[in-house]
């Protein structure tokens, strides 16, 4: 019997010596996931979808580990509605949120209490919730904040006009506001992108131990087109003939909404993407140094199309690929987005997928890797097959998007048709054009007179999918 004990404690005492690997200290059962939202980045603006004159090597590593998509969009063509259809997994005919409506002195109209965000079913679900940037969706201490909104930790823009500028006067930090003396008067000592990324790694350090869900809503490279002199510097000379843009410099709108000059627009703009790859990389970077780094699902996009201010020369870099229109637009240049997903051992490495999707999947693609319930109201479909490279058998029947500027557009996506709908607030001047993506997907040929039918059953899908909201007059409603 002794001869049968003693080998068997001496295992059990070599087991209890082995050093545990940091994995299997940190490892939380639940997945991580970090959603990494640029701000305008155009459908070519990276290299792994064709950009030519500068490179994005970090970000590409995310696609050559992970899943390319190629027709993902965003949930709408400007910010803050993207935003909610993003947060509320609803499109912009339903979602709360439909416009970039400001609110005096700083800050957008609120989304209300009453809308369920992707943020509060992870929190109900025990992750630690953060947002580290640009937020737009409720004024400081609204419903609308952050920290009403499912975030346990905010640090950022509060604001989308004050997200305009680089060297802000200040930041937030949940509900205290961060004076950024470095930037005062004229200085610019302090980059905001900067503060909010180390923000960022110290919620990742300090949730190791535990799941949590890092919403990464960076400004870059919405205007205006600043960045560090030595990322600039990598570049200056290089993108001729350059061109120059005279902003804001002084008086009331500097540093409070109004774009600064910038005489190396093109050098400034590549800088800027340059530099927001290198925070993907160090994200990356610090998850593998803490051996958190497979059980973490990274979703890299942005939040429409290029856009055309503060000296931003999206032709010449050919931002928007083969697609038509910019931000503002419903043509696929304003809202077809670069979307990367990866998820080391669980998303095949070198992937790509043509699954059609939309922000509004997000939400019930988390809820169904988290085992999370969804509200009955969302219009998302999950997408977690595609990203496990199994059979997606739930297909959107439609795609849907409303702007309520530049006299009204609307848009919708039925299988390979694409309907997108102009001035549908004049209706003696509504243009309605059709586009066969499948073979236009430059929708360079109206082909809406040969399809009376489709059109007919496309407009009434339109109609259908748009609900009256108390904040956001479409049109004519009363």
């Given at each position: 019997?002794?001869?049968?004990?003693?080998?068997?404690?001496?295992?059990?005492?070599?087991?209890?010596?082995?050093?545990?690997?940091?994995?299997?200290?940190?490892?939380?059962?639940?997945?991580?996931?970090?959603?990494?939202?640029?701000?305008?980045?155009?459908?070519?603006?990276?290299?792994?979808?064709?950009?030519?004159?500068?490179?994005?090597?970090?970000?590409?590593?995310?696609?050559?580990?992970?899943?390319?998509?190629?027709?993902?969009?965003?949930?709408?063509?400007?910010?803050?509605?993207s935003r909610s259809a993003l947060m509320t997994g609803q499109h912009t005919g339903h979602t709360p949120v439909r416009g970039n409506k400001?609110?005096?002195?700083?800050?957008?109209?609120?989304?209300?209490?009453?809308?369920?965000?992707?943020?509060?079913?992870?929190?109900?679900?025990?992750?630690?919730?953060?947002?580290?940037?640009?937020?737009?969706?409720?004024?400081?201490?609204?419903?609308?904040?952050?920290?009403?909104?499912?975030?346990?930790?905010?640090?950022?823009?509060?604001?989308?006009?004050?997200?305009?500028?680089?060297?802000?006067?200040?930041?937030?930090?949940?509900?205290?506001?961060?004076?950024?003396?470095?930037?005062?008067?004229?200085?610019?000592?302090?980059?905001?992108?900067?503060?909010?990324?180390?923000?960022?790694?110290?919620?990742?350090?300090?949730?190791?131990?535990?799941?949590?869900?890092?919403?990464?809503?960076?400004?870059?490279?919405?205007?205006?087109?600043?960045?560090?002199?030595?990322?600039?510097?990598?570049?200056?000379?290089?993108?001729?003939?350059?061109?120059?843009?005279?902003?804001?410099?002084?008086?009331?709108?500097?540093?409070?909404?109004?774009?600064?000059?910038?005489?190396?627009?093109?050098?400034?703009?590549?800088?800027?993407?340059?530099?927001?790859?290198?925070?993907?990389?160090?994200?990356?970077?610090?998850?593998?140094?803490?051996?958190?780094?497979?059980?973490?699902?990274?979703?890299?996009?942005?939040?429409?199309?290029?856009?055309?201010?503060?000296?931003?020369?999206?032709?010449?870099?050919?931002?928007?690929?083969?697609?038509?229109?910019?931000?503002?637009?419903?043509?696929?240049?304003?809202?077809?987005?670069?979307?990367?997903?990866?998820?080391?051992?669980?998303?095949?490495?070198?992937?790509?997928?043509?699954?059609?999707?939309?922000?509004?999947?997000?939400?019930?693609?988390?809820?169904?890797?988290?085992?999370?319930?969804?509200?009955?109201?969302i219009d998302g479909v999950s997408f977690l097959p595609t990203l496990l490279g199994e059979e997606q058998t739930a297909q959107h029947d439609?795609?849907?998007?409303?702007?309520?500027?530049?006299?009204?557009?609307?848009?919708?996506?039925?299988?390979?048709?694409?309907?997108?709908?102009?001035?549908?607030?004049?209706?003696?001047?509504?243009?309605?054009?059709?586009?066969?993506?499948?073979?236009?997907?430059?929708?360079?040929?109206?082909?809406?007179?040969?399809?009376?039918?489709?059109?007919?059953?496309?407009?009434?899908?339109?109609?259908?999918?748009?609900?009256?909201?108390?904040?956001?007059?479409?049109?004519?409603?009363?």
């Amino acid at each position: 019997m002794r001869k049968l004990i003693l080998p068997a404690i001496l295992s059990l005492l070599l087991l209890a010596c082995q050093p545990k690997t940091k994995t299997t200290e940190t490892q939380p059962a639940q997945p991580n996931i970090i959603y990494i939202l640029a701000d305008d980045l155009g459908y070519g603006d990276l290299s792994c979808y064709g950009q030519t004159h500068f490179s994005t090597p970090n970000i590409d590593k995310l696609a050559a580990n992970g899943m390319l998509f190629t027709q993902h969009y965003s949930g709408s063509t400007v910010c803050a509605p993207s935003r909610s259809a993003l947060m509320t997994g609803q499109h912009t005919g339903h979602t709360p949120v439909r416009g970039n409506k400001e609110w005096q002195p700083e800050g957008q109209y609120p989304m209300a209490a009453s809308a369920v965000t992707v943020a509060e079913a992870l929190k109900e679900a025990g992750y630690t919730t953060g947002a580290f940037g640009k937020w737009g969706l409720g004024y400081p201490g609204s419903e609308g904040d952050p920290n009403m909104q499912g975030f346990d930790e905010f640090y950022g823009y509060n604001c989308q006009r004050m997200g305009h500028n680089y060297y802000p006067y200040h930041l937030w930090h949940n509900q205290e506001k961060i004076v950024l003396e470095g930037n005062s008067g004229k200085k610019t000592e302090s980059y905001g992108p900067e503060l909010i990324h180390k923000e960022a790694l110290r919620f990742i350090e300090n949730n190791k131990n535990q799941p949590f869900f890092m919403y990464y809503p960076s400004i870059i490279p919405h205007a205006e087109l600043f960045a560090p002199e030595e990322y600039i510097a990598k570049y200056r000379g290089k993108l001729e003939p350059e061109k120059a843009y005279k902003g804001v410099d002084d008086g009331p709108n500097y540093k409070q909404g109004g774009y600064g000059s910038q005489q190396e627009t093109h050098a400034a703009f590549a800088a800027m993407v340059d530099y927001l790859d290198m925070q993907v990389g160090e994200i990356v970077a610090k998850l593998k140094e803490l051996g958190i780094y497979d059980n973490t699902l990274i979703i890299f996009t942005s939040d429409n199309g290029p856009h055309l201010e503060g000296g931003a020369d999206p032709d010449y870099f050919n931002s928007n690929g083969p697609l038509k229109g910019y931000k503002r637009d419903l043509y696929e240049g304003g809202i077809r987005v670069p979307m990367i997903a990866m998820w080391n051992g669980k998303i095949k490495a070198a992937t790509t997928s043509n699954h059609i999707s939309a922000f509004w999947d997000v939400f019930p693609t988390v809820a169904e890797i988290t085992g999370i319930s969804t509200p009955d109201s969302i219009d998302g479909v999950s997408f977690l097959p595609t990203l496990l490279g199994e059979e997606q058998t739930a297909q959107h029947d439609y795609l849907y998007w409303e702007f309520h500027e530049l006299k009204g557009r609307q848009a919708i996506r039925k299988g390979d048709w694409k309907l997108v709908r102009y001035n549908v607030f004049t209706p003696e001047k509504t243009t309605t054009e059709l586009y066969n993506l499948a073979t236009d997907v430059g929708e360079e040929n109206n082909v809406a007179s040969d399809h009376p039918e489709l059109v007919e059953e496309m407009i009434a899908l339109i109609e259908k999918s748009h609900t009256k909201s108390d904040l956001f007059k479409f049109g004519n409603e009363e």
